[in-house]
């Protein structure tokens, strides 16, 4: 029997929380239920978790807050907002955060578990066997797609789930055209306009983190995709 994954919910109203729990637990989940972010840092601290479901209006410590606390501490950790903010600025601020998705109160259950299915599955990172290592030379930079680390000049970079895949995915079609849909597909699994905003964001976070190498560009194509432009 497969062991079930574990899922971080934060979720400060009592009604939704227990019965989003009652649920996920039902569905094969492992389901730990924090009342607040301060209860949920306490948790990750304790638990290893496969994803964290947040939401984002919370008293002591708001859903943004606790994803920037995650970023900072547990970066490998994926999560997704569960929000009844439904402004597109909020959308938008929730994925540069690098949260893998985005959901609108009131939720529908079913469908909860299909992403939360989906998520798990296009992020379940392959074994490592010791016969490849996941390790690139990309100029100045050692990339390091299993631990999710840029090394450049001695300083470790850590990368959040989203933007190691995203990287990986322009490494692996270095000099090559990847076009918007293709790479929203593979990494965000659905291509909208949100998706695609949040893809912006990311490659200028991207940018932003090889601007040491002045010879590494992620060049836009207009209306087509990105390119990553190094030689190793």
Same mark, same amino acid.
């Given at each position: 029997?497969?062991?079930?994954? +574990?899922?971080?919910?934060?979720? /400060?109203?009592?009604a939704? #929380?227990?019965?989003?729990?009652?649920y996920?637990?039902?569905?094969?989940f492992?389901?730990?239920?924090?009342?607040?972010g *301060?209860?949920?840092?306490? *948790?990750? /601290?304790?638990?290893?978790?496969?994803?964290a479901v947040? /939401?984002?209006?919370?008293? =002591?410590?708001d859903?943004?807050? &606790?994803?920037e606390?995650?970023? =900072?501490?547990?970066?490998?950790?994926?999560?997704?907002?569960?929000t009844? *903010?439904?402004?597109?600025?909020d959308?938008?601020k929730?994925?540069?955060?690098?949260?893998?998705?985005? &959901?609108?109160?009131?939720?529908?259950?079913e469908?909860?578990?299909?992403?939360?299915?989906?998520?798990?599955s296009?992020?379940?990172?392959p074994?490592n066997? #010791?016969?490849?290592?996941e390790?690139?030379?990309?100029?100045?930079?050692?990339?390091?797609?299993l631990?999710? =680390? &840029?090394?450049v000049?001695?300083q470790?970079?850590? &990368?959040?789930? *989203?933007?190691?895949?995203?990287?990986? $995915?322009?490494?692996?079609? +270095?000099?090559?055209?990847?076009?918007?849909?293709d790479i929203?597909?593979?990494?965000?699994g659905?291509n909208? $306009?949100?998706n695609?905003?949040?893809? %912006?964001?990311?490659?200028?976070?991207?940018?932003?983190?090889?601007e040491?190498?002045? %010879?590494?560009?992620?060049?836009?194509?207009?209306?087509?995709g990105?390119?990553? +432009?190094?030689?190793?």
């Open positions: 029997m497969a062991e079930k994954k +574990r899922i971080l919910l934060v979720e /400060d109203d009592d939704v #929380g227990y019965l989003l729990t009652e996920l637990n039902m569905k094969g492992d389901v730990s239920w924090a009342k607040h *301060k209860d949920a840092l306490v *948790k990750l /601290d304790q638990t290893k978790y496969e994803l947040l /939401d984002v209006m919370m008293p =002591e410590m859903g943004f807050t &606790l994803a606390r995650i970023n =900072e501490n547990f970066s490998e950790l994926p999560f997704i907002f569960l009844a *903010k439904s402004l597109k600025v959308v938008l929730g994925f540069y955060l690098g949260a893998v998705d985005y &959901l609108k109160k009131p939720i529908d259950e469908e909860l578990v299909i992403r939360i299915e989906n998520l798990l296009r992020l379940e990172k074994v066997t #010791g016969k490849a290592v390790v690139f030379t990309i100029g100045k930079y050692e990339f390091n797609s631990n999710q =680390e &840029l090394m000049e001695g470790k970079i850590k &990368l959040t789930v *989203k933007e190691s895949e995203l990287l990986k $995915y322009l490494v692996d079609k +270095r000099n090559q055209l990847c076009p918007h849909k929203l597909i593979k990494i965000w659905k909208d $306009y949100f695609k905003k949040s893809l %912006n964001v990311f490659i200028t976070r991207l940018r932003k983190f090889l040491r190498d002045g %010879n590494i560009k992620i060049e836009n194509v207009h209306s087509k990105y390119i990553l +432009r190094y030689e190793p």
